[in-house]
């Protein structure tokens, strides 16, 4: 086990963190704000990608295809809350739930119709591929550090925003206190769509990221949505701050697990042993690690106030 | 005791159920009795739900675990040679059993949007672990060879041997549910479910009764995961995929939710509605492809609008 290969591991750990927080931002506000339960966020971040993947081969450029994607799944995250998700706020969350696993399957399907159940070839364009030559011998390819930057980039804007502009702060307001806002004046719907709709675009971001190294096929979304309740479980739910540091948690716990919990159980285990055991624990060492911060701090650690 | 009108619509129903063998040798149609008997099957596997979903209120998205735990006590069991049916179906309750206890304690701790998804989060954990052991097949999971055996009691590779004893037990899981729901216990669930507060209130604490309704709610549905076993004669890690869960609750929903005959009329009405919508050939060839996209819908209806089930349309008032 050399240093440049941890080095490595921690920088594909911190790019699965900043995809998990571009997910988990937007499903946590609009939890924190609406108190919908979401599972078709998932659903999103398959648009994303599907439309961004689209739209680049149609153009021919990248950038145009990431602005086209980006807007098509904002279009398409409005239209949902418009026709389906609207009506549920004031339901329980079981109809949430139910109703929203029906949205996924029919997303699924629709997918599945517009583009082949077979996984697509995404591409990266020539000037984002190859490699950059990091301290020492470390050669790291340069789409993951673009990732990486734009993630850090989204949360700084997103801290901005919600914390520093007046959209943010009838966010917080929404958040605390929906009644309150609305005797104020405020147009509490139109608030709902805004932040449905940035949720979404957020969701679709990160697919149009995640296409070129992940699938992009259908059902991508679920494998990932159900990382990112794991994400906004441990950071709590409703705080933005929480999703990015319950994102970072398991990204790195994630990524490491699957490195090096193999090697690591091999000094003690046989080497046989070591080979069943390693893998099954990795794939689970996030879910024990989300029940060992539930069994100390139930609400999340940065439960949000109101 | 007089019955209530919707109790003779329930015991019609099971009559009806232990027509079908005879009439399906009669008309020439097994399939129907392999179509009915997974129906049966997984309305064993939505009481189970039920109790903790209608009457504990307790929102689990993850009962599929638990079909996956008694599907693979079963299957290991075979896998080394052990076909004795009591040992498997013993051990696929006592485990589920177990599972249920251990996610229970940390989840029945709390409520709403956590609970569901610490119990998706667990069930998910337990799929990851039956994709990685490569021991029992990993992804793809493995066949049974050979099914369940009762010392000769009964044989479960004859179809309606199989279809009576399945039978039987939906029939005894839909009276202990009722039973256990009229219970004192049952009725300290339920006043837990409507008013937490006033129940604490007048001195019961819901946490030990929550968890013991999760653990029972586990154990029964270890048995309907044994049985699916036994059904596919095939097991798979897909058993315990989120999917299933989802498609658990949908039956309990779409039947009727905290109601005796709910799960049944649930799992009946989803299973032959995929079923419908998969394989009639009356049906254009668009609808089969993607018969999915179909039920998405569907099931966006019914939870917007039908909120009582197909139960709420019964005669009678809700149990």
Redesign the interface.
């Known amino acids: 086990m050399n240093l440049v290969l941890i080095a490595e591991q921690t920088l594909n750990g911190l790019q699965l963190g900043v995809m998990l927080f571009l997910l988990a931002a937007g499903l946590t506000l609009v939890?924190g704000i609406m108190n919908l339960?979401n599972l078709a966020h998932g659903a999103l971040y398959m648009v994303g990608a599907y439309l961004t993947t689209y739209f680049y081969q149609a153009t021919g450029s990248f950038a145009l295809g990431v602005i086209l994607g980006l807007a098509g799944t904002l279009v398409v995250g409005i239209v949902t809350e418009l026709v389906?998700l609207r009506?549920?706020y004031e339901?329980d969350?079981?109809?949430q739930?139910?109703?929203t696993?029906?949205?996924?399957?029919?997303?699924?399907?629709?997918i599945?119709?517009l583009w082949g159940r077979a996984a697509i070839y995404s591409t990266i364009p020539d000037y984002l591929s190859g490699h950059v030559e990091l301290i020492g011998n470390l050669r790291y390819p340069l789409y993951r550090l673009v990732i990486i930057g734009v993630g850090l980039a989204v949360a700084i804007l997103l801290w901005f925003v919600v914390s520093r502009t007046r959209l943010g702060m009838l966010i917080r307001a929404g958040a605390s206190n929906r009644a309150m806002v609305a005797a104020l004046g405020i147009n509490i719907r139109l608030l709902y769509t805004i932040v449905f709709g940035f949720g979404a675009a957020l969701a679709g971001l990160a697919g149009l990221l995640s296409g070129p190294i992940y699938a992009v096929q259908p059902g991508m979304g679920?494998l990932v949505l159900?990382q990112v309740?794991?994400v906004?479980?441990i950071g709590g739910?409703g705080s933005v701050r929480g999703a990015l540091v319950g994102a970072l948690i398991v990204g790195m716990v994630d990524t490491m697990g699957r490195a090096f919990l193999k090697p690591a159980l091999a000094t003690i285990l046989s080497p046989s042993a070591a080979e069943?055991a390693g893998?099954?624990l990795a794939?689970?060492l996030i879910?024990?690690l989300?029940?060992v911060v539930?069994?100390f701090r139930?609400?999340g650690l940065f439960p949000s106030r109101g | 005791m007089a019955l209530s009108p919707r109790t003779w619509i329930l015991l019609a129903l099971l009559l009806l159920l232990a027509a079908v063998p005879p009439a399906a040798a009669y008309f020439g149609q097994p399939f129907y009795l392999d179509l009915l008997r997974r129906v049966m099957i997984f309305a064993i596997a939505a009481i189970s739900l039920n109790l903790i979903l209608g009457y504990g209120g307790m929102v689990s998205f993850g009962h599929a675990a638990y079909l996956g735990i008694g599907a693979y006590a079963v299957g290991v069991l075979a896998h080394y040679g052990i076909h004795n049916g009591w040992l498997q179906w013993g051990l696929a309750i006592g485990a589920s059993a177990l599972v249920a206890l251990a996610i229970g304690a940390i989840s029945v701790r709390t409520s709403g949007i956590y609970f569901i998804m610490i119990t998706l989060a667990f069930t998910q954990m337990l799929y990851y672990l039956g994709i990685s052991i490569e021991e029992y097949g990993g992804d793809d999971g493995m066949r049974l060879n050979v099914r369940s055996q009762f010392s000769g009691l009964i044989d479960l590779n004859d179809p309606t041997e199989f279809y009576y004893l399945v039978l039987a037990i939906l029939a005894l899981f839909l009276y202990l549910s009722r039973r256990l729901v009229e219970s004192r216990f049952g009725l300290v669930l339920q006043a837990a479910r409507s008013n937490e507060v006033r129940s604490r209130a007048i001195g019961l604490s819901p946490y030990p009764y929550r968890l013991a309704a999760f653990v029972i709610s586990g154990a029964l549905c270890g048995l309907a995961g044994a049985l699916l076993v036994n059904h596919t004669a095939y097991l798979t890690p897909e058993f315990m995929n989120w999917t299933r869960s989802g498609e658990l609750m949908f039956m309990v929903i779409l039947g009727g939710i905290a109601t005796t005959s709910g799960p049944l009329l649930g799992a009946a009405a989803l299973l032959l509605l995929e079923d419908v919508l998969q394989g009639w050939s009356v049906l254009p060839k668009w609808v089969h492809e993607h018969w999915q996209l179909y039920l998405g819908v569907i099931l966006v209806l019914v939870v917007l609008f039908a909120k009582r089930g197909l139960a709420g349309f019964l005669p009678g008032k809700n149990e």
């Open positions: 939890f339960v389906a009506t549920l339901r969350h079981l109809d739930v139910l109703a696993f029906g949205l996924i399957l029919f997303f699924n399907e629709l599945a119709i679920e159900i309740f794991v906004i479980v739910i069943t893998p099954a794939s689970m879910y024990l989300m029940a539930l069994a139930p609400e």
